[in-house]
């Protein structure tokens, strides 16, 4: 399918407005990292804690975010899911003796604000020792005969029906078709327990020292895939294609953390992810294009260097546009629709996506264009035309 054929538009003589957008949207982003002191990392690689909290209604986010002001140290972040009930609750951390502090406050915190009251153990907050040790006393005064075993059986069948009603009752009645919770089981359970309107789905902490280990680690992947692909060019070109490529993928990576910092964005594991997928997309383009640029070249030894660029360029347009196009309808999808956990992911392959496919024409050609001509003018001691 092609949706244009025997174009012939000048790519490279229109090449500068996009150098310039680059140049500029570089600049910006590059003022924007040293203004704020390096990109914003998430909790991945600067540690903290990171909750994961689900309502039996919508979430009151307001509240939740005055609850924990004042006494979490660091800065506190409170997102909601988009299309779930469900928030995100992160804070981040200066050393290894905050994290399980901050944690802790935050659980408790949570639990006087939002958890059950009167002295009653919040059976939507609770762990399975903690349910057993708060029926062990009330089930020998009532005389319910129950051994240890026994008892721990029917723990077990109640944490696990609140697991699989996603880690949220909202009525202890319910309970009542657990094995081995009798009537009289079901009112000790009533007269000791209650439910708060929440539950932590998961709880998660990172420390200072693993994230500045993860982010060497995401530094070196993105690094070593890009020389990885360098090499793959140098061998299957030739090494003027390959730094073309290279630059150009480099670009698009800058620019895209450089948007990152621009809008505040955290800079997470799933970002790292969606930067090294680019690096391979944008690639991939790039040497689409590349290809068709040595096919010309072998029929049309006579003709000027920019002639068979544009002539390349015209040839998979169509091409170019329809990947570029889906792909791009897929990420701004997630990006819309795919809540808040999906937010950097998305947010990363949007723009890495539009400025990569301009780049593999408006960059990436022009570079070789100008790499051939500095060796040409070398080698016959011209000056070089760079335009």
Known sequence: MELFKNTNFDFL??????????????????VSLVAHGGPKYGIDFAGGALMYLRFDKEPPVDRIRTAL????????????????????????????????????IIEDTLRATFGASD?????????????????????????????????QDVVKGVQAFRASKGGLLKNLDDLSGVKGVTPQILNLIKQQCALG?????????VGPKIGKDLQRQAILATLYALGGMLVYIA?????????????????????????????????SLTVVAALLTLVGYSMNDTIVVFDRIRENLHHMR?????????????????RTILTSGL????????????GQVLNGFSFALVCGIIVGTYSS???????????????????????????
């Open 13 to 30: 003589g229109k090449k500068w407005p996009f150098i310039g957008a680059s140049l500029v949207l570089t600049v910006a982003g590059l």
């Open 69 to 104: 002001e004042g006494k979490v140290q660091g800065e506190i972040s409170v997102q909601q899911i988009a299309g779930a009930p469900e928030v995100q609750v992160g804070t981040q951390i200066r050393d290894e003796k905050e994290l399980n502090a901050n944690r802790q």
């Open 119 to 151: 002295g009653k153990l919040d059976l939507n907050n609770s762990s399975a020792d903690q349910l057993a040790n708060k029926l062990r006393e009330p089930l020998l005064q009532a005389n319910i005969a129950l051994s240890e075993q026994e008892l």
């Open 197 to 205: 309107p929440f539950t932590i789905l998961s709880a998660e902490v």
């Open 235 to 267: 061998i299957r070109f030739e090494w003027l294609y390959g730094v073309a490529a290279v630059v150009a993928v480099f670009h698009d990576t800058i620019i895209t953390i450089g948007l990152f910092s621009i809008f505040g964005k955290d800079i």
């Open 302 to 318: 006579k003709e000027p260097l920019p002639v068979v660029i544009n002539l390349s360029v015209n040839q998979t347009l169509s």
């Open 327 to 338: 792909t791009l309808l897929t990420a701004l999808s997630l990006f819309f629709f795919g």
């Open 361 to 387: 024409i408006y960059i990436a050609s022009p570079i070789l264009l100008f790499s051939q001509r500095v060796l040409e003018s070398k080698s016959s001691k011209a000056p070089v035309e760079i335009g």
